[in-house]
């Protein structure tokens, strides 16, 4: 598939599984630095343990800022000289099941700005990628999304987070079953949340937050 139509498959559905982003050597040394990250900068309230601006913890994670995996696929998304807003880590330490939410930066890309220095007629788009350091798998957990839902103005305009309404509360769900080295590039406003079965599996993300060009590199979220 070419970056181009993998844009457009992103666009249709919100969201691109890229399968072998890392290599394994690559793969090898992030997984070895998430694990020397030590104690978490935060507990979520769903019981993952979250770890901010990795890029002061480790050099390595410099790799994946603009990962030539994903490079293509953001230019093409979001345009050339695209901004990158930071990057975090997540690690499961218990079986959880996460609300419906959204890794959302659009409000947030332009408030970091002088009012002179915003753009006249923004994009309503941020894009995210996660990289996945371990597999999931129909034993042990999945992502689950309703494809093609956030081009639905009730998730246009829906809070950040909402509990799971029962049945496809957004329209027809796909689980997705990530292996380790593989990433998920997200516009950032689809709804998705990740479920895990066991206490005792360790499951290991690093997720970058971007937005359009024109916006603050390094901006909060």
Not at 22 to 38: E, N, S, V, Y
Not at 124 to 143: C, I, Q
Request: hydrophobic share 35%; with cysteine; aromatic share 10%.
């Amino acid at each position: 598939m070419t970056d181009q139509q993998s844009v457009e498959h992103l666009w249709q559905d919100g969201y691109l599984l890229i399968r072998g982003a890392l290599p394994p050597d690559q793969l090898a040394r992030i997984q070895a630095a998430h694990d020397r990250m030590g104690e978490p900068d935060r507990i979520i309230p769903d019981g993952n343990h979250g770890y901010n601006n990795l890029l002061d913890k480790d050099p390595v994670f410099a790799e994946l800022v603009r990962h030539p995996a994903v490079d293509g696929v953001l230019t093409g998304l979001l345009g050339a000289g695209y901004a990158f807003y930071r990057i975090g880590g997540l690690k499961t330490v218990v079986a959880y099941s996460q609300p419906w939410h959204w890794d959302d930066v659009r409000w947030i890309q332009y408030c970091t700005l002088a009012i002179d220095q915003r753009p006249e007629n923004p994009p309503p788009v941020a894009a995210h990628t996660t990289f996945y350091l371990d597999s999931l798998t129909p034993e042990t957990g999945f992502v689950k999304v309703p494809p093609g839902s956030h081009r639905r103005i009730e998730v246009l305009t829906a809070p950040v987070f909402r509990p799971d309404e029962g049945n496809e509360p957004f329209g027809p769900e796909v689980h997705l079953y990530p292996a380790a080295g593989d990433a998920i590039v997200y516009i950032s406003h689809l709804p998705h949340r990740g479920v895990n079965f066991k206490p005792d599996m360790q499951r290991r993300l690093v997720v970058a937050l971007y937005g359009p060009p024109g916006t603050q590199e390094g901006g909060t979220y």
